[in-house]
């Protein structure tokens, strides 16, 4: 069974930083999709970031945002800086069994496998 664990949300001030982890259990990451989502209260979830074959990040998030992984630790990491408020919600890591393209990374029906997310909370 697969499982996905986040860590690494917090309280930070604008400008500041911090860096999720998801560990991934019972799944092989290849070159997988992978991904990051967030969900501000009451908004829909976004995609904010990709990893895959690819790299890929939404708009609002290129420049301040870095993913990466880890294979060997099967670990999927989001690096975030220049924080700010609106970076506030719940985010979530997401595996896929598939490849992914860059239009389907930031689909939520592109993903088979979700953690329970991990709280960033961004304040001014």
């Known amino acids: 069974q697969v499982q996905l664990v986040e860590s690494g949300g917090g309280s930070v001030q604008a400008g500041g930083s911090l860096k999720l982890s998801c560990v991934a259990s019972n799944y092989r990451f290849g070159s997988n999709c992978m991904g990051w989502f967030r969900q501000a209260p009451g908004k829909e979830r976004e995609g904010v970031a990709g990893?895959?074959?690819?790299?890929y990040y939404a708009d609002s998030v290129k420049g301040r945002f870095t993913v990466s992984r880890d294979a060997a630790k099967n670990t999927l990491f989001l690096e975030m800086n220049s924080l700010t408020p609106e970076d506030t919600g719940i985010y979530y890591c997401?595996?896929?069994?598939?490849?992914?393209?860059?239009?389907?990374?930031?689909?939520?029906?592109?993903?088979?496998?979700w953690g329970q997310g991990t709280q960033v909370t961004v304040s001014s």
């Open positions: 990893s895959g074959i690819g790299i």
């Open positions: 997401a595996a896929s069994l598939t490849y992914c393209s860059s239009r389907a990374w930031r689909m939520s029906d592109a993903y088979n496998y």
